[in-house]
């Protein structure tokens, strides 16, 4: 996995090319500065290597590591486990660093990890499942190592540990007979049962056999007979390979219904254990029988089953029932998988107390029940997440009607208790109907369909397709190539010029990103910019771009030359604590002129003018750089925001450009616009121009600036027509 672009003594950043353990120093340094930096990361590893080695159990490695890695400069640093493996993986934080809300016990899952966008998540042993992994947000400094440096150094402390562990446990462990002998006196008078999967017989002892009536010479069952006498909804813990005991550790208590051979339905109370010292992985297990005078047997029943706040069906009978519904499905019989959501459920429990959120999911369970068509099964996975099941579907629209159906169900208002009005609750739905395959494909597939209704707008439903199969694959292709190219220096910048309309000159340049893909060459920014700015990969590339902006801004200023830069900002990159004071910083390293700089945001970005977006605007202000709109007249168009911070400049989108002189309602809107921004005092820059007709018509309507295919094409650096001359007031 990608580490983090070092921070360069001469630019903003500048990534690793090399692949070398301690990263890329930067070339464009003198030998002496290089060297004492390179002397400084050594030691810091060294003394990180040594302090890990110290440690003498796993917390305390946990926390020297996120202490290491939190002093290279992330801001924030989270160490996790992974706890449960489900469609939802459950972590656990180990220990923490940074302003962060989590700490060391708190868990969450990985799609919560996804949606907080970090910076890099690096693994402490690559392939280990019981391994953990480091989470980090920010840019580290450059002198001091590498995130993977550190990761494989805290891995390698790791895997002795453990050892070290796993040696002492395996000296004190008690062989399988003693477990099943300590579970006996727990659960006295217990019959017992073994399970081989070498033979696949489920071996009944004598007391066992007299609970369900066998007689002494009837052969042990197969595990399919064995299966055939538990009760179809509680199979799933209760069947050798899938009991949670096959794969670690004993499990707890779990009840369960047994047909015996006089066609009576009996309740046990079973617990079951791998026997680890065999090569077979035999599963045992001891049963109590609670039918007789047991007046919880019924809860004890349906604690195992059912989720306990709303009574829906748990994970376990949900993953049961959908396996077998799988197995008896056919092409014309399918099964349909419905995942929903409630839309910012989150916002309901920060606001209106974990209470009123407990209330609202018992509701919607009601709900989902009253929409639920015969022989469905609900059941919630956990949070705000709910499933219905609906087995014997033959068409994909018959489980739309019926997600659909459920989506305005639960939008109807409803009475909270403490709230003093209806409340209304909004929510999304996935759908994927399959009749082959396994239950983890069918919610992946459902998943899929769930992100595209909420990417929507929310509050509608979505069916998967196999173009969804292509996107997500697509953004996955697209994400690695990013992390590659920020790995391996594979980023580049070209430069589109830009001029002055009046005197037809060339003013200034846009830095314009690429990506080198050692298959596909070199690619614009619509195949990966969404993606980067999906996964917060963004701000490593606006980073690297702006070290190379500074770099080049310092080339052009030895050589006499006076030239603005424009350059692309995203909003999630001013909202880095960071990014300011390091531009300023690398700003003034460098001796570029702040002037010199023209930053571009979005009308996104001023919509969302967050406390931090909007210091990070006027630290750029305050170095002298100009800010202003790009691409106006593609989001909201609102006029009002254009107040909301003092701009520069405006870019009008080449959507309005193109077509000038065919369209007389083009010309009056672009005419319209240029006067707007010439009342709040800003600099118009019209994009896409491609003819003589359009650049006449723009500098009779006062534009000016203009850029596009008529005055150049994106160039490397020396391809750009120097010398230039120095550039006009103004931005």
Same mark, same amino acid.
């Given at each position: ?11 903003? %950043?500048?990534?690793? !090319?090399? +692949?070398? =353990?301690?990263?890329? $120093?930067?070339?464009?340094? /003198?030998?002496?500065? #290089?060297? @004492? ?111 993977? %440096?550190?990761?494989? !150094?805290? +891995?390698? =402390?790791?895997?002795? $540990?453990?050892?070290?562990? /796993?040696?002492?446990? #395996?000296? @004190? ?559």
């Amino acid at each position: 996995m990608g580490g983090l672009p070092a921070t360069s003594t001469t630019g903003l %950043v500048d990534s690793p !090319a090399d +692949g070398s =353990a301690v990263g890329r $120093l930067d070339r464009r340094v /003198d030998g002496g500065l #290089a060297l @004492t930096t390179e002397v400084n990361v050594g030691a810091a590893l060294l003394r990180a290597q040594r302090r890990f080695g110290e440690c003498r159990d796993l917390t305390a490695l946990a926390e020297e590591l996120v202490t290491e890695v939190h002093r290279c400069g992330h801001q924030r640093v989270l160490l996790l486990e992974t706890v449960a493996r489900s469609r939802h993986r459950e972590l656990e934080v180990l220990a923490a660093r940074g302003d962060l809300l989590l700490v060391a016990g708190r868990r969450f899952t990985g799609t919560d990890l996804t949606r907080m966008s970090p910076s890099a998540v690096v693994e402490l042993v690559p392939g280990h499942p019981r391994a953990p992994r480091l989470a980090v947000w920010g840019v580290a400094d450059a002198s001091t190592p590498a995130l993977e %440096v550190l990761a494989a !150094a805290g +891995g390698a =402390a790791w895997r002795a $540990l453990v050892a070290t562990d /796993d040696a002492r446990r #395996a000296g @004190t462990e008690l062989s399988g007979a003693q477990l099943l002998l300590s579970g006996a006196l727990r659960l006295a008078g217990l019959g017992s049962w073994s399970w081989n999967p070498a033979t696949g017989v489920v071996a009944l002892d004598d007391r066992l056999r007299e609970m369900l009536g066998l007689d002494a010479e009837e052969p042990d069952p197969d595990l399919d007979a064995w299966r055939a006498r538990i009760h179809p909804d509680d199979r799933g813990p209760f069947t050798g390979v899938e009991d949670p005991a096959a794969h670690a550790g004993t499990s707890a208590p779990y009840p369960f219904r047994v047909r015996t051979a006089d066609e009576r339905e009996r309740t046990f109370l079973g617990m079951s254990v791998p026997l680890a010292t065999t090569s077979t992985s035999v599963v045992q297990g001891l049963v109590l029988d609670v039918s007789a005078g047991e007046k919880s047997t019924g809860e004890l029943v349906r604690l195992a089953q059912c989720d306990s706040l709303t009574g829906l069906a748990n994970r376990s009978v949900l993953d049961t029932r959908l396996a077998e519904a799988l197995e008896r499905a056919t092409p014309t019989d399918a099964v349909a998988l419905v995942l929903l959501d409630l839309d910012r459920f989150k916002l309901v429990n920060d606001t209106l107390g974990h209470q009123i959120g407990d209330a609202l999911l018992r509701q919607v369970a009601v709900r989902l029940e009253d929409a639920a068509p015969p022989g469905a099964t609900l059941a919630r996975l956990g949070g705000d997440e709910f499933v219905v099941m609906v087995p014997g579907v033959s068409r994909t629209d018959a489980a739309a009607l019926i997600a659909r159906d459920i989506i305005r169900r639960v939008r109807s208002p409803m009475l909270l208790p403490g709230l003093p009005e209806p409340f209304v609750c909004t929510s999304s739905a996935g759908i994927a109907v399959g009749h082959s395959g396994t239950g983890d494909e069918l919610f992946r597939s459902a998943d899929m369909a769930l992100y595209r209704a909420k990417d929507g707008g929310r509050d509608r439903v979505a069916v998967y397709d196999s173009a969804m199969r292509d996107e997500a694959q697509a953004r996955r292709d697209a994400e690695h190539r990013v992390r590659r190219a920020l790995r391996t220096d594979g980023l580049r910048v070209v430069w589109q010029p830009i001029v002055d309309l009046r005197r037809g000159e060339l003013v200034a340049a846009e830095a314009l990103v690429r990506l080198e893909d050692p298959v596909e060459g070199l690619l614009e920014p619509k195949s990966f910019v969404d993606t980067a700015e999906d996964t917060g990969l963004i701000v490593d590339v606006d980073t690297w771009v702006l070290g190379e902006v500074l770099r080049q801004l310092r080339e052009w200023r030895r050589a006499g030359q006076g030239l603005q830069v424009s350059f692309n900002v995203s909003g999630k990159t001013l909202e880095h604590p960071a990014f300011a004071h390091r531009l300023a910083h690398s700003v003034e390293s460098t001796g570029a002129a702040g002037s010199s700089l023209l930053a571009e945001v979005t009308e996104r970005t001023l919509i969302d003018l967050s406390t931090s977006t909007r210091a990070s605007l006027g630290e750029l202000r305050s170095i002298g750089a100009r800010v202003g709109l790009d691409d106006f007249g593609t989001g909201y168009s609102s006029l009002s925001y254009l107040d909301r911070f003092p701009l520069s400049f405006l870019k009008i989108d080449m959507s309005f450009v193109r077509p000038l002189g065919t369209s007389e309602r083009a010309a009056a809107v672009v005419e319209a616009l240029i006067g707007l921004a010439h009342a709040h005092g800003m600099v118009v820059t019209a994009e896409g121009v491609e003819t003589e007709q359009q650049a006449a018509m723009l500098r009779e309507m006062g534009c000016d600036r203009a850029q596009g295919w008529l005055f150049g094409r994106p160039v490397t650096a020396g391809d750009l027509p120097l010398p230039l001359p120095l550039p006009p007031a103004g931005p």
